[in-house]
């Protein structure tokens, strides 16, 4: 009964490769977000999907594009990966970003250690 | 934009009483979010304020002022499994504004 997983957890590849993440959600939520933490376990907002609308673009290369085929799952896809790519990635959910309050307390899931040689 | 600020790491002994301060610079203020964050797992929600005051959550408890821009996370009677980082986020104003985390204050329990 996992509220959110993300697929796989962990992502060795070399650079210039095409990899996808996947993330679910079975708590009914609205709003989606990918988050990446660098090794300084800062953690920086990437996306965030409404009802499988983009709602949140922060500044992060074409290269990576997210995928919400519907308001359980977004998915992750990066292209030509880069030795800068190497970090976790943390999928979260929310129950409505928009209302505002406790609705918008976020549930993350376990996070794709992604190392990029 | 918004700007928030933790102590980088801290040290506290069992069984004592720790507070874990968040100061931030915001363009507009909607709510703050403490979360928890052990070593090599994914943070976890602790509590969340949105009005000036102490909201309390057994042994956590958080406090916000609006005026001054500034929160803390209290740990009473710290146990070691306590030892993690300490997440404070800002909700910016309006509909669909995203949350700014902090850098993340990393707490020791020693014996």
Known sequence: DTAVSQ???YLVTQMGNDKSIKCEQNLGHDTMYWYKQDSKKF???MFSYNNKELIINETVP????????????LNLHINSLELGDSAVYFCASSQDMGAGGQHETQYFGPGTRLLVL | GQNIDQPTEMTATEGAIVQINCTY????????FWYQQHAG??????SYNVLDGLEEKGRFSSFLSRSKGYSYLLLKELQMKDSASYLCAVRGPGGYQKVTFGTGTKLQVIP
């Open chain 2, 25 to 32: 610079q915001t363009s507009g203020f909607n709510g703050l």
């Open chain 1, 43 to 45: 953690l920086k907002i």
């Open chain 1, 62 to 73: 074409n290269r990576f594009s997210p995928k919400s085929p519907d308001k359980a799952h």
């Open chain 1, 7 to 9: 697929t796989p957890k």
């Open chain 2, 41 to 46: 797992e994914a943070p976890t929600f602790l």
